[in-house]
């Protein structure tokens, strides 16, 4: 648990259209970089964010097995895109639809991972905001946190299996309506 962790203040930020939200990690997931809108929107400066583990800005709201699904499929080696709430520093938050891909070197190892984040579509959000509410209701009944993750995964893919669509589509289809 980071040193600046706030609380929620149940206040939410935004960032323009036009701007993206960069960092890059080690492959432990510690921040190497991060750009001036990251630190802008999560209210932090530079030195502040360096050698932290990512789960600096995370909200208490998201559920773990989201983290798990991001964490298998970049491992692995595979890019993701997945709905975030993260938390600033302050305990406002703001929404964002990451892009995270793996950083490999010239004999294809990987060296780190890369994150870019956009505004997502507000629709989507409201439909997010809903199945993660779900998740961490399924995850936090149970004390053993194992368990809560597997129920929470078990939940997140029936959820998936239930849209008829794969997780990457259903992503994509939620981000193009509206
Ligand atoms: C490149 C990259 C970007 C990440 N971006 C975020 C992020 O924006 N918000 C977040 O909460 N976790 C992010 N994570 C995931 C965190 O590493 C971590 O798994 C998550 O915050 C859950 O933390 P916990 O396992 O300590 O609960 C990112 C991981 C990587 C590798």
């Known amino acids: 648990m980071s040193k600046y962790k706030a609380q929620p203040t149940g206040k939410e930020r935004f960032f323009k259209d036009n701007e993206i939200i960069v960092s890059k990690t080690d492959p432990k997931g510690r921040i190497v970089y991060a750009n001036d809108v ?6 932090y400066k530079e030195q502040e964010v360096l050698e932290q583990p990512h789960s600096l800005i995370r909200h208490p709201d998201m559920p773990r097995c989201v983290f798990q699904l991001l964490w298998d499929r970049i491992q692995a080696g595979d890019e ?5 709430k993260n938390m600033a520093k ?4 703001y929404w ?3 892009h995270v891909t793996p950083s490999r070197d010239s004999h294809n190892r990987i060296i780190g991972y890369h994150s870019n984040r956009r505004v997502p579509n507000r629709e989507a959000v409201g439909k997010i905001e ?10 936090a009944k149970h004390q053993n946190k194992k368990e809560g993750l597997a129920a929470g995964l078990a939940a997140l893919n029936a959820f998936i299996e239930e849209s008829g669509q794969s997780y990457d589509e259903l992503i994509f289809s939620l981000e193009s309506q509206g």
């Open 38 to 43: 990251f630190l802008e929107i999560a209210g």
């Open 130 to 139: 809903g199945l993660y509410a779900q998740l961490l209701a399924e995850e």
């Open 90 to 93: 302050n305990g406002d938050h």
């Open 96 to 98: 964002v639809l990451a």
């Open 80 to 84: 993701i895109f997945a709905y975030v």
